[in-house]
């Protein structure tokens, strides 16, 4: 984020499995975690809240917060909370995409390939 010029623990951890072990990295960014992810923050949720957004807001902020687990714990720079924007909104999205299909796939593939971009950059 450009306000802290440094990544979340989420991202330094993805970055070292990139330099260390790129094909691991490739499966485990790309096809692992989406599937994880999805069924735990939107398929687990989804039958708990019947509103649309509120579901989506809940499963958003759950998503980001979790991404943060690190900088929750430490809190050495509290502008690190911020960093739940960017991911509470993906985490948003996958929901709404999941919601409005009524099938999982289709969120772990926004997932999938968000994450897949994401290597392809950082690569």
């Known amino acids: 984020m450009i306000i802290l010029g440094d990544t979340t623990a989420n991202e330094n951890s993805n970055r070292l499995l990139i330099k260390n072990n ?3 990295a490739i499966f485990a960014m790309s096809i ?5 992810e999805e069924s735990v923050f939107r ?3 989804r039958n708990i809240f019947k ?3 509120f579901y989506a807001i809940v499963s958003g ?3 980001g917060s979790l991404h943060l687990i690190d900088e929750f714990f430490t809190l050495s720079n509290p502008l690190y909370l911020f960093y739940i924007i960017p991911y509470g909104i993906m985490g948003f999205s996958f929901a709404l995409a999941y919601y409005e299909t ?7 593939i926004f997932h999938s390939i968000h994450n897949s971009l994401a290597v392809l950059l950082l690569v």
Not at 102 to 108: E, L, R, T, W
């Open 22 to 24: 790129l094909i691991f």
């Open 32 to 36: 692992y975690a989406p599937i994880v």
């Open 43 to 45: 398929l687990s949720l």
């Open 51 to 53: 509103n649309k957004y």
């Open 61 to 63: 902020l759950i998503f």
């Open 102 to 108: 009524g099938n999982i796939f289709s969120s772990i």
